[in-house]
């Protein structure tokens, strides 16, 4: 049974960070490309991050710069490192191993204060 479960989400004000995690089991981790995406209430969901199994990296313009990606191979674990948050970042995260098959997390809240 293939389970993403993500962790870290919360409350915080505008200009602070969080850091998401997601813990994947069921799956051959080390060669799934993994993702977090998010989606506000009213709109699509959108990517956030990827990372390949070497580590390569691909992020949305809204987020470059301040958020990091990274992973564990060994502990099948997948992070999101959030700085200098904004009011518009606020979202449910979601953690994607991207397959084939695809597969998803449940998400996690952030909701950043202004």
């Known amino acids: 049974q293939v389970q993403l479960v993500e962790s870290g989400g919360g409350l915080v004000q505008a200009g602070g960070s969080l850091r998401l995690s997601c813990a994947a089991s069921?799956?051959?981790?080390?060669?799934?490309?993994m993702g977090w995406y998010r989606q506000a209430p009213g709109k699509q969901r959108e990517l956030v991050a990827l990372i390949t199994p070497g580590g390569s990296t691909n992020y949305a313009d809204s987020v470059r710069g301040r958020f990091i990606i990274s992973r564990d191979n060994a502990k099948n674990t997948v992070n999101l490192q959030m700085n200098s948050l904004k009011y518009e970042d606020s979202a449910d995260y979601f953690c994607?191993?991207?397959?084939?098959?695809?597969?998803w997390g449940q998400g996690t809240q952030v909701t950043v204060s202004s």
């Open positions: 069921g799956i051959i981790f080390s060669i799934n490309v």
């Open positions: 994607s191993a991207r397959g084939p098959p695809e597969y």
